[in-house]
Nanobody
Framework: QVQLVESGGGLVQTGGSLRVSCVAS????????KGWFRQAPGKEREFVAA????????DYHDSVKGRFTISRDNAKNTVYLQMNGLKPEDTAVYYC?????????????????WGQGTQVTVSS
């Protein structure tokens, strides 16, 4: 069983930055692709960013390209999402997700394991 624990959310003003982190309880971290998703009130969960097992291949949703950066430290079993240039529309609960195998995916249904989520609020 894989457990994911996110941290680092909070309240920030428009244009500010936050970094959210996700620690996974797995033996071989690189065997799992990771993703970040978000869900705003009244909306479906949506893809934000994904990274493969080695960290060589990355995808971003168009709305965050150039502002967000996903990275992973396999030695620390941790995946990060650095968020710069935050906008009010980025306000949501951010979820870390993991899927067995090294290949990343942008689909919610492709991920087997989910964290509890961390709230990110951007004030205007």
């Amino acid at each position: 069983q894989v457990q994911l624990v996110e941290s680092g959310g909070g309240l920030v003003q428009t244009g500010g930055s936050l970094r959210v982190s996700c620690v996974a309880s797995v033996r071989i971290f690189s065997n799992y692709a990771k993703g970040w998703f978000r869900q705003a009130p009244g909306k479906e969960r949506e893809f934000v960013a994904a990274i493969d097992g080695s960290g060589d291949r990355i995808d971003y949703h168009d709305s965050v390209k150039g502002r967000f950066t996903i990275s992973r430290d396999n030695a620390k079993n941790t995946v990060y999402l650095q968020m710069n240039g935050l906008k009010p529309e980025d306000t949501a609960v951010y979820y870390c997700a993991a899927r067995s195998g090294p290949l990343r995916s942008t689909l919610v249904e492709a991920y087997e394991y989910w964290g509890q989520g961390t709230q990110v609020t951007v004030s205007s």
